[in-house]
Each structure stands twice: as C-alpha cells, then as structure tokens.
C-alpha cells in the first residue's frame, strides 16, 4: 500500500479562508491587511486535515458515474495483484 493516510483540504478554521488572522494581538483592525498571513493556512486560505472514511466514502459518491466507475476498476485491478 503506497499510503497510509489519506488528506483532504478544509477553509481555514482560524481565518475563515480570508488568510486575516483575527485572535491575535497582531492583528490590527484599524489596518486589517498590516499583517497579511494567517499563521494556520496556506496561500489559498486553506488546509489540510487527515481524511476519515466516512469523508473518503462521501467524497467518493460525489463524483459523477463515470469517475467512480474507473475507481471501482482501478481498485479491482490492485485486488487482482495481491
Ligand atoms: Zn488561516
């Protein structure tokens, strides 16, 4: 197995995605852009969080019958190997 841990990317929870970061004693609300970066979060105002399976599954039924239909195979194709 090439991985052990599966990841998917959330909006910041300390920014809310805007990338200004608000509970700090940096943050300066009379220049909101001052200190541009949130510490938390990368340049699209996001980050990553280890996937559980209950959002690997959702993540799977979302996508359109013919994406899941080349998984099903791709996953068939590895039980095949073992
Ligand atoms: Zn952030």
Same mark, same amino acid.
């Given at each position: %197995? $090439?991985?052990?841990?599966? *990841?998917? =990317?959330?909006? #910041? $929870?300390? #920014?809310?995605?805007? =990338?200004?970061? =608000?509970?700090?004693?940096?943050?300066? $609300?009379? @220049? $909101?852009?001052?200190?541009k970066s949130c510490p938390y979060c990368d *340049? &699209?105002?996001? /980050?990553?969080? &280890? @996937?559980s399976r209950q959002s690997v599954a959702e *993540?799977?039924?979302?996508? @359109?019958?013919?994406?899941? /239909? =080349?998984?099903?195979?791709? %996953? @068939?194709? &590895? &039980?095949?190997?073992?």
């Amino acid at each position: %197995m $090439p991985f052990d841990r599966l *990841y998917i =990317k959330i909006k #910041c $929870p300390s #920014c809310d995605g805007t =990338k200004l970061f =608000k509970h700090s004693g940096y943050h300066d $609300p009379k @220049a $909101p852009y001052k200190w541009k970066s949130c510490p938390y979060c990368d *340049y &699209e105002g996001t /980050q990553l969080i &280890e @996937a559980s399976r209950q959002s690997v599954a959702e *993540y799977i039924k979302q996508l @359109a019958t013919p994406e899941k /239909q =080349k998984l099903a195979q791709l %996953m @068939a194709a &590895e &039980e095949v190997e073992d």
